[in-house]
């Protein structure tokens, strides 16, 4: 199953069609997104015998895959060559930090630079189907809506103010938190947990990996998070980029206005912003 939101609306992608839910429940499942992620499973249940219907999306923006979530997790160094490439040791345990949720954007934006070092990210995004606490790795699955594109561009400036790195405000500007264009749901793919990643800035790809490369999996990364506090229903897990980010290369790279950042995960499909000027 493919959602996606319109309008702020959630909606269900079947083929080309986009198709609003709660017109074509007939209010059985309502406009808000979230609300829909607190009854996931009943919502894939009437999804799965939907009949073909002419109930179109309405006209506006796509959406964040789960825009208006409780929580955003993000966790650092999560692939190995790119805690390599920052001169650091893998991590022992996920590092976590948060991107604040007026970040979030959907998919195809413009993207306001607020200064002159700011950085893209290619992730994974994991997006929550069920309150997930004290979960087994072996179960983890269970409790994930789907799979969704993200990017977590980063100002680093910023996150490097003062004595203590300031990972989530670097990170929480406007726009700094594009998903989409639609979430997935696991069964979809033949190995949920190996999909090609790939990051491309004005048409070279610098970034080029498999999530199979994550230090911690996806399983692993609930497990690990929900022992801590509960994961709810519409929450994001931003899960880590590969090695290619542009503050560790020789010369330092950052996003100008005018480039052009293309975001792309297997299966599930792409982001787009375009840089401008704050």
């Known amino acids: 199953m493919r959602t996606t939101t319109r309008a702020g609306r959630m909606c269900l992608v ?53 825009p208006t979530p409780r929580q955003v997790f993000a966790i650092g160094l999560n692939y190995r060559d790119h805690a390599e490439e920052a001169g650091l040791a893998a991590p022992e345990s996920p590092s976590v930090f948060t991107k604040f949720a007026t970040s979030l954007t959907g998919p195809d934006t413009q993207l306001r630079l607020p200064g002159g070092r700011v950085d893209w990210e290619a992730e994974l ?33 910023v996150q490097s103010v003062g004595p203590m790195p300031q990972f989530s405000l670097g990170k929480s500007f406007p726009g700094f938190a594009p998903t989409g264009p639609v979430l997935v749901t696991a069964d979809e793919f033949a190995d949920p947990d190996d999909l090609a990643i790939e990051c491309l800035v004005n048409g070279e ?15 692993e990364l609930i497990a690990r998070l929900s022992a801590v506090c509960p994961l709810l229903p519409g929450d994001l897990i931003f899960t880590g980029t590969p090695s290619g980010v542009g503050h560790a290369r020789t010369p330092q790279r950052y996003l100008r206005p005018g480039d052009e950042v293309v975001t792309r995960i297997e299966g599930i499909g792409q982001l787009r912003q375009t840089c401008v000027a704050a």
Request: no cysteine; hydrophobic share 45%; glycine share 8%.
């Open 205 to 219: 790809s610098v970034q080029k990996s498999r999530t199979s490369s994550m230090i911690f999996p996806v399983p």
């Open 125 to 157: 995004v994991v997006v929550m189907g069920r309150r997930a606490e004290h979960v087994a790795a072996g179960d983890a699955w269970s409790y994930v809506a789907g799979l969704t594109v993200g990017q977590d561009y980063s100002e680093r400036d």
């Open 14 to 66: 079947i083929g080309e069609a986009v198709i609003d839910v709660e017109q074509a429940s007939a209010g059985r499942f309502p406009a808000d997104p979230l609300t829909v992620f607190e009854e996931w499973d009943v919502f894939r249940s009437w999804a799965a015998e939907l009949e073909a219907v002419d109930v179109q999306a309405p006209t506006g923006p796509d959406g964040s895959a789960s």
